[in-house]
């Protein structure tokens, strides 16, 4: 039996019946989901459970729920004693305990930024390391880069990404089929839908098996590069005519989980394809570790009642709907102009859209987007209309339009409001968060006569660490001295920013190097992750005393000679409160635990940090098995920066970095040179760099299973 719920829709309800009929969807909810759990248990019936995202698209296309439901239903009908739940909620579950004991779990939802399941990465990688299935359908197979990608390829072997992957609509020919049990029943089939391809997958595509290939025509790359139309790696894999991959399945290395990817079901009809049809039904089964029928599992084809029952409401349900052709041209900007938003018709586009409403509200979301697409630009050419649409935002009274005027007039070149952002950042009676603002907006159009003005915010411990790292991007011949004489005096996550700050100019570096010679700074003051920087500005000057000393080939002399040190006997007597004092000094830049720490690494609190082979493992080899997309890379810029981190979004006019403490917009005509490092953004020799008794206290540390309190 499918449990599909529906309620009355609460817009049509007077307001004070609104929080009572939510707190009753959520109390039943629960009630429903402990029930089932109760009958899953006393039935031993292998539970899957859908998960729908809320409406993102227009009738009949991404129908997350109505798709989920069609599927639940045909399980049920098969009669294959499997239980399915379709989730009354769309997105992330309430009662997450509904997903206890699930043999899969099937995610129809909107992807990358808008993934429901970005906010819940660590909880949902714990089931999925219990070897729970997992299929993702349609847009919810892209993945932001980052920590979402890594996940969706430790869960499902490939994921959709953004300036790599593609989106058209096209009509592969799929007619041929692996030995395979999802291909069970499958016959030659071709049909029109939005198929995603030329995904990201793991290394070797190892566990991975293809399910529905094609090879695409040149007809699918017809519109210009952008983050999911085209660029240069794609449209040289087609014009190669190698196949494409859109649906597959993923046998993880644990040898217990298993996952699937689906790129099609934009349209929602196209489950009245028997094969279309077939081949997420049989792939729900096999990640669930289901048994398939010979000739796949058998359903009746959905009528047309059927296809458009449990449709999402998708009218307008605002009192007051914005003037209708402004939200045509929004989504135009969106779709097509964000990634090249400094060209002139996008720009003209965009800044008469704003002049043609009133609407404050529409306003600030337009220009909030153009300073999206110009993120991190400079001098860029104003568009004809600005002028004229400036004189009209001047005298606007909201807050937020004025801000954002400022914004924009400065990335335009207009002078008074550069001058206006000086202001700000010197007035110590402004907002902390205007004048953080300032700063970073006059950073972005390096500004020289910002450098007497940062010394100055060094006093001010809410702008110190912005102002250091100012000097990363506006080079001063005194910085490094500068900062290394006030460095005694400042606290540890300021003298972090400093000696981070230092590894991005050969300058800085030599300052820093000459510190470490007179030991007026101590050599583990220098983060590992910061030696790689040092080491390529400074060479083996560098290297022969202060760099991590390059680790044995063999690394099974590693792992037995600290294997031997964290015995059980020296592990009892360590300290997980040291431990975590260590962990603050030499991880916690890069990684978080129970909430505290960075985010350029994954997230260590769900991880098998119990298994001290697992934690050796991935101490000592970091870069053992690491895809492409997350290998550093080190961009070094016209004017003598060098930056290293992870690139976590890319198009025609910039990269982004990911990097220790920060993130940082590179526009590409500022790049001299780009090199993809074969190594992890953790280094091989971290634990060189510590005494035995910091590595026992770490590892104790790491095997907590709760928050410690620090030494006193």
């Not at 808008?114 to 949902?124: G, I, R, S, T, V």
């Not at 402004?326 to 969106?334: C, G, M, N, S, Y």
């Not at 909030?368 to 935002?393: A, F, I, Y």
Request: proline share 7%.
């Amino acid at each position: 039996m499918v449990f599909q719920f529906s309620f009355p829709d609460s817009t049509s309800k007077v307001e004070s019946y609104r929080v009572t009929l939510f707190s009753m969807r959520t109390i039943l909810f629960t009630l429903v989901a402990l029930w089932l759990t109760g009958i899953s248990r006393a039935g031993e019936k292998p539970k899957i459970v859908f998960i729908s995202g809320t409406p993102s698209h227009g009738p009949m296309a991404h129908e997350h729920r109505a798709g989920n439901t069609l599927l639940a239903k045909a399980l049920d009908a098969a009669g294959l004693g499997v239980q399915t739940i379709v989730l009354p909620e769309n997105g992330y579950p309430i009662d997450s305990s509904v997903l206890k004991d699930t043999a899969t779990i099937v995610v129809f939802c909107s992807g990358e930024q808008a993934h429901l399941l970005n906010p819940k990465l660590e909880e949902f990688d714990a089931i999925m390391k219990r070897g729970t299935g997992l299929v993702m359908i349609h847009w919810a197979t892209e993945a932001a880069i980052g920590m979402p990608g890594k996940k969706f390829l430790e869960w499902i072997g490939g994921f959709c990404a953004l300036n790599w992957s593609v989106n058209p609509r096209w009509s592969p020919q799929f007619s041929s089929f692996p030995d395979h049990p999802i291909s069970r029943g499958l016959t030659p089939f071709s049909i029109d839908d939005e198929w995603y391809y030329h995904m990201r997958f793991v290394p070797e595509m190892t566990g991975v098996t293809p399910i529905l290939s094609a090879v695409p025509g040149a007809g699918t790359l017809k519109r210009p590069d952008g983050p999911r139309s085209g660029n240069p790696d794609v449209r040289r894999a087609v014009a190669n005519g190698e196949k494409q991959h859109v649906a597959w399945a993923y046998e993880r290395p644990d040898g217990k989980g298993r996952g699937f990817g689906f790129t099609g079901a934009h349209n929602h009809i196209n489950w009245q394809n028997d094969n279309f049809r077939k081949v997420v039904l049989n792939a729900i089964l096999w990640t669930a570790h289901v048994e398939i029928p010979p000739k796949g599992v058998p359903s009746k084809t959905p009528t047309s009642e059927e296809i458009k029952a449990n449709l999402d409401d998708k009218t307008p349900k605002q009192k007051n709907p914005p003037e209708p052709v402004i939200i045509p041209a929004l989504e135009e900007a969106r779709r097509k102009s964000l990634s090249q938003m400094d060209h002139s018709v996008a720009l003209e586009m965009l800044s008469r859209t704003i002049s043609g409403t009133k609407n404050t509200s529409i306003r600030n979301s337009l220009m909030k987007g153009m300073l999206l697409g110009l993120e991190g630009q400079r001098n860029v050419t104003p568009p004809p209309s600005w002028e004229t649409l400036l004189q009209s935002l001047d005298t606007n009274s909201d807050n937020e339009t004025r801000s954002l005027t400022q914004k924009l007039s400065q990335i335009f070149g207009d002078e008074s409001a550069t001058q206006s952002a000086i202001s700000i950042l010197k007035d110590r009676s402004a907002k902390t968060s205007d004048r953080l603002q300032a700063l970073s907006s006059l950073l972005t159009q390096r500004r020289k006569e910002l450098l007497p003005i940062l010394e100055t915010l060094l006093d001010e411990e809410p702008l110190r660490i912005s102002a250091i790292r100012g000097y990363g991007t506006i080079e001063s011949p005194t910085a490094g001295n500068l900062l290394l004489s006030r460095y005694p005096t400042f606290p540890p996550a300021a003298q972090r920013a400093v000696i981070e700050t230092l590894a991005t100019r050969k300058i800085y570096a030599e300052s820093l190097l000459n510190a470490l010679d007179t030991k007026s700074i101590p050599p583990d003051a220098i983060p590992a992750y910061v030696s790689r920087s040092l080491s390529s500005l400074l060479g083996e000057k560098f290297d022969q005393s202060y760099g991590v000393k390059a680790l044995v080939k063999d690394k099974e002399v590693l792992f037995s000679k600290y294997g031997k040190l964290a015995t059980s006997a020296a592990l009892e007597k360590a300290s997980a409160n040291s431990g975590r004092a260590v962990f603050q000094r030499v991880c916690m830049a890069c990684h978080q635990m129970y909430g505290e720490g960075g985010i350029v690494g994954p997230d260590l609190t769900g991880s098998n940090r119990g298994d001290l082979n697992y934690l050796l493992l991935n101490i000592l080899d970091p870069s053992g098995d690491i895809p492409n997309a997350y290998k550093m890379v080190v961009i070094t810029t016209k004017n003598g920066q060098v930056l290293a981190g992870s690139v976590i979004e890319e198009n025609d006019q910039k990269v982004v970095l990911s990097m220790i403490g920060q993130k940082n917009t590179i526009i590409k005509d500022d790049i001299k040179s780009r090199e993809l490092s074969p190594f992890s953004m953790m280094p091989e020799g971290l634990l060189q760099t510590l005494k035995d008794q910091e590595i026992l206290d770490l590892i104790k540390y790491f095997q907590t299973k709760a928050q410690v309190e620090l030494p006193k």
